[in-house]
């Protein structure tokens, strides 16, 4: 869904806004060497290269106890042979999008841009948990959904921030949803916004999908399982009140979800009896997250 067939007030606003960010120009590189069936480790390690500020960043993650791999891992090439093609990309994703979107920000009444990406985070490891659960193929790919579902929030704190202003004082005042109150004051959701931007970005479109309707589930169309898995893990991810996401509302599980995933009440207990300790491991995304990027030398 483009913005514009959704609302022609914020599609206008969007044209106006300079600098809308894009994607970094090594990973979308990256994301079509990797969809090449001719790449090798190298040829990812050669791409990722020209960006000496991503290979540190990725090298951080993979050696941080998210992985918790016996040794260290000193090159990118050793990555991608380790963890494969797919994960480093969506690494590469995951930690250009702290890079395009600047950390910490004003604060805006109850946000705060750190309590987000707390959430956001949140959201991602209980999306890889859950994909585990029900042998879902790509369960990095769970996790970068999960990441990047509230993509939208941070177009709208970071662009347009007098609405969103006005968007965080009508949750306030009306006490309802973040989404309500995004169409109240702006016509689109940050679903919508965010769906956009991953459209945009040429990202895969079951993660464009993940990211535009994760609270719209029976709706998806082509990745029906990683929507259902995003839904899922941002409900309980509010219902542990990990971050702020904006509001204080716990959505019911949609009961497309249920259907979808078949997940049982015993896989839900597994998940949650795990996912502190994941969490916790998951602390060098929220480090990357917050910090203030380094300046070029000249």
């Given at each position: 869904?483009?913005?514009?067939?959704?609302?022609?007030?914020?599609?206008?606003?969007?044209?106006?806004?300079?600098?809308?960010?894009?994607?970094?120009?090594?990973?979308?590189?990256?994301?079509?060497?990797?969809?090449?069936?001719?790449?090798?480790?190298?040829?990812?390690?050669?791409?990722?290269?020209?960006?000496?500020?991503?290979?540190?960043?990725?090298?951080?993650?993979?050696?941080?106890?998210?992985?918790?791999?016996?040794?260290?891992?000193?090159?990118?090439?050793?990555?991608?042979?380790?963890?494969?093609f797919n994960t480093v990309r969506n690494l590469a994703l995951g930690a250009s999008v702290f890079d395009v979107f600047r950390p910490g920000g004003a604060s805006l009444g109850n946000w705060d841009r750190s309590k987000f990406?707390?959430?956001?985070?949140?959201?991602?490891?209980?999306?890889?948990?859950?994909?585990?659960?029900?042998?879902?193929?790509?369960?990095?790919?769970?996790?970068?959904?999960?990441?990047?579902?509230?993509?939208?929030?941070?177009?709208?704190?970071?662009?347009?921030?007098?609405?969103?202003?006005?968007?965080?004082?009508?949750?306030?005042?009306?006490?309802?949803?973040?989404?309500?109150?995004?169409?109240?004051?702006?016509?689109?959701?940050?679903?919508?916004?965010?769906?956009?931007?991953?459209?945009?970005?040429?990202?895969?479109?079951?993660?464009?999908?993940?990211?535009?309707?994760?609270?719209?589930?029976?709706?998806?169309?082509?990745?029906?399982?990683?929507?259902?898995?995003?839904?899922?893990?941002?409900?309980?991810?509010?219902?542990?009140?990990?971050?702020?996401?904006?509001?204080?509302?716990?959505?019911?599980?949609?009961?497309?979800?249920?259907?979808?995933?078949?997940?049982?009440?015993?896989?839900?207990?597994?998940?949650?009896?795990?996912?502190?300790?994941?969490?916790?491991?998951?602390?060098?995304?929220?480090?990357?997250?917050?910090?203030?990027?380094?300046?070029?030398?000249?």
């Amino acid at each position: 869904m483009e913005v514009a067939t959704a609302s022609p007030e914020i599609a206008l606003t969007i044209r106006r806004i300079k600098n809308l960010p894009t994607l970094p120009q090594v990973v979308a590189q990256l994301m079509q060497a990797v969809n090449n069936p001719n790449s090798s480790a190298s040829d990812v390690a050669r791409i990722i290269s020209n960006d000496q500020s991503l290979v540190s960043k990725i090298l951080r993650i993979v050696n941080s106890a998210f992985y918790g791999l016996p040794k260290r891992v000193s090159t990118i090439t050793q990555a991608t042979v380790i963890l494969g093609f797919n994960t480093v990309r969506n690494l590469a994703l995951g930690a250009s999008v702290f890079d395009v979107f600047r950390p910490g920000g004003a604060s805006l009444g109850n946000w705060d841009r750190s309590k987000f990406w707390q959430h956001s985070i949140g959201c991602a490891v209980a999306t890889k948990l859950l994909a585990r659960e029900v042998r879902y193929s790509n369960p990095e790919e769970a996790f970068v959904s999960g990441l990047l579902h509230d993509i939208g929030k941070v177009v709208l704190d970071q662009y347009l921030p007098d609405q969103f202003e006005r968007v965080l004082q009508t949750v306030v005042q009306e006490h309802c949803s973040i989404a309500e109150a995004e169409r109240m004051v702006i016509g689109v959701t940050h679903s919508d916004i965010g769906r956009w931007l991953a459209e945009n970005w040429n990202l895969p479109v079951q993660l464009a999908e993940a990211i535009g309707l994760h609270h719209e589930p029976d709706r998806a169309k082509q990745a029906s399982r990683l929507v259902g898995l995003v839904h899922l893990a941002d409900c309980l991810v509010r219902m542990e009140q990990i971050g702020y996401p904006g509001d204080d509302i716990v959505p019911e599980v949609h009961p497309s979800v249920w259907d979808t995933l078949r997940l049982s009440p015993e896989a839900i207990e597994r998940l949650l009896a795990s996912f502190y300790t994941e969490f916790e491991r998951s602390s060098v995304f929220l480090q990357l997250a917050n910090e203030e990027p380094k300046t070029p030398v000249e």
